[in-house]
């Protein structure tokens, strides 16, 4: 579960977000929208550690995360992805999702051995990462270099990294920037197809409210860092502020 109290974070002269109280049950999928600069992206800086706000609260799963770092968040289970990919040109599509376990193998993955044993955390490590290869049906790219890989494919090993994250909550930021509207579709498929494989709860980002509301239990929109507007999608879309900016 996420839970914000009194959420607020200014930039100068500028509030991105104006105490926000959220309240997201540990697995649903909730859909953040709105217009440029409404604090969407700033919401999920500061959930993940990469903001500290000026005020108010943040739980995760029942503790008070306000202070913790990315990295400690990471431990907790909450996984977050960025606009864009970000991959190392000269590693293979594998060595990339494997970077999705490394809090998962104690130091002693290093070095390599010969032979592992069934239990050995590389071969573990190895394992999960080619599960969630073969989920997203990109299997036989594993020990490709992802700069040849096309951008759409490049976007699903950027997924599969986090899902070999394990997380108990992912937060993602835009995915289907930069996808045409049939790789987007069949990408939010995955997504989604990924959550209830996985039981995770999903709070996600996005522009296309048609395919938002397609996968999210419960609508949130923000308008110049405040929630106008909050609710299941068959609901949300009559509402007046949602109309006037998606719907008309």
């Not at 977000?17 to 909730?30: E, K, M, R, V």
């Not at 920037?177 to 197809?193: D, K, S, V």
């Amino acid at each position: 579960m996420i839970k914000t109290q009194g959420l607020s974070k200014r930039f100068g002269g500028l509030t991105a977000l104006d105490a926000l109280h959220l309240d997201i049950p540990a697995d649903a999928c909730w859909g953040l929208f709105g217009p440029n600069g409404s604090g969407k992206s700033t919401l999920l800086h500061c959930l993940s550690g990469y903001l500290e706000p000026d005020q108010g609260e943040i739980w995760i799963g029942g503790q008070n995360t306000r202070m913790l770092a990315p990295f400690a968040l990471a431990k907790l289970g909450l996984i977050r992805g960025f606009q864009g990919t970000y991959l190392v040109d000269g590693l293979t599509v594998l060595e990339h999702v494997l970077l999705g376990q490394h809090q998962h193998i104690p130091s002693s993955f290093f070095p390599k051995l010969p032979f592992l044993s069934s239990d050995h955390p590389e071969k573990k490590a190895r394992q999960k990462a080619l599960e969630w290869l073969d989920f997203l049906g990109i299997a036989d790219q594993a020990n490709q270099l992802v700069q040849r890989l096309p951008y759409g494919m490049q976007r699903q090993v950027e997924l599969a990294r986090l899902l070999a994250a394990e997380p108990k909550f992912l937060l993602l930021d835009e995915p289907g920037a930069g996808l045409n509207a049939e790789e987007r579709e069949a990408f939010f498929e995955q997504i989604t197809a990924a959550r209830k494989s996985a039981g995770f709860g999903l709070l996600v980002i996005a522009h296309h409210f048609s395919l938002l509301s397609q996968m999210a239990d419960h609508l949130v929109m923000l308008h110049q860092g405040k929630i106008v507007a909050s609710g299941p999608a068959d609901s949300i879309v009559q509402e007046a502020v949602v109309r006037e900016h998606y719907l008309l």
